[in-house]
Nanobody
Framework: QVQLVESGGGSVQAGGSLRLSCAAS????????MGWFRQVPGKEREGVAA????????YYSDSSKGRFTISQDNAKNTVYLQMDSLKPEDTALYYCAARPRGYVGYWQITNLYPFWGQGTQVTVSS
């Protein structure tokens, strides 16, 4: 099993920045792809950014492209999400997710991620 723990959420004014962290533990060798998702009440969980563990390919949603940056520190088994130029519409509960080799498909499909963190709240005020 793999455990994911997010941190770094908080409250910030529009235009500000936050950096989220996702620390993975357990059987991390099986993981080859990780992503950040977010969800607001009443809406579906949506993909924000993702990357291949140990690789250089990254993926971004239209809403995060140009403002958010996903990165990783393999030595620490940690994935980050740097969020700049935050907007009130970025307010959500942000989740980290991971999937093992063999789970193939479009990166924003939540059902392809068997491992999830508990979420960290991001609130952006205008």
């Amino acid at each position: 099993q793999v455990q994911l723990v997010e941190s770094g959420g908080g409250s910030v004014q529009a235009g500000g920045s936050l950096r989220l962290s996702c620390a993975a533990s357990g059987d991390t060798v099986i993981i080859n792809f990780m992503g950040w998702f977010r969800q607001v009440p009443g809406k579906e969980r949506e993909g924000v950014a993702a990357l291949y563990v140990g690789g250089t390919t990254t993926y971004y949603s239209d809403s995060s492209k140009g403002r958010f940056t996903i990165s990783q520190d393999n030595a620490k088994n940690t994935v980050y999400l740097q969020m700049d130029s935050l907007k009130p519409e970025d307010t959500a509960l942000y989740y980290c997710a991971a999937r093992p080799r063999g789970y193939v498909g479009y990166w924003q499909i939540t059902n392809l991620y068997p491992f999830w963190g508990q979420g960290t709240q991001v609130t952006v005020s205008s």
